[in-house]
Nanobody, 125 residues
């Protein structure tokens, strides 16, 4: 059974940094792409960053470019999201997602069948 477990959320002041981790059951090479999404209160779930597990190719939402970095460690079956220069508008529940097949837009949550439980990140001004 596929399982994704996130950790690393918490509260931080604006300008601070947080690193999220996502450990996947099985070999991450089984997933063609993994991504981080977030859902802020009253908003739709949105794509934050995506990484192709084989090539390491990354894609970012415009709102986080230059501030967030997604990376993976296939030996540890893990994907990370380093978040720097955090803003209050980054406050959300962050979710790790994985897909075996890279089909459709990589920032569309409907294209990811596997999800973690989410971890809260709160940025205060």
């Amino acid at each position: 059974q596929v399982q994704l477990v996130e950790s690393g959320g918490g509260s931080v002041q604006a300008g601070g940094s947080v690193r999220l981790s996502c450990v996947a059951s099985g070999n991450t090479n089984s997933y063609s792409r993994m991504a981080w999404f977030r859902r802020a209160p009253g908003k739709e779930r949105e794509g934050v960053a995506r990484i192709l597990t084989f090539s390491g190719n990354t894609v970012y939402a415009d709102s986080v470019k230059g501030r967030f970095t997604i990376s993976r460690d296939n030996a540890k079956n893990a994907v990370y999201l380093q978040m720097n220069s955090l803003k209050p508008e980054d406050t959300a529940v962050y979710y790790c997602a994985a897909a075996v097949r890279a089909v459709g837009s990589s920032m569309d949550p409907n294209n990811y069948p596997y999800w973690g439980q989410g971890t809260q990140v709160t940025v205060s001004s």
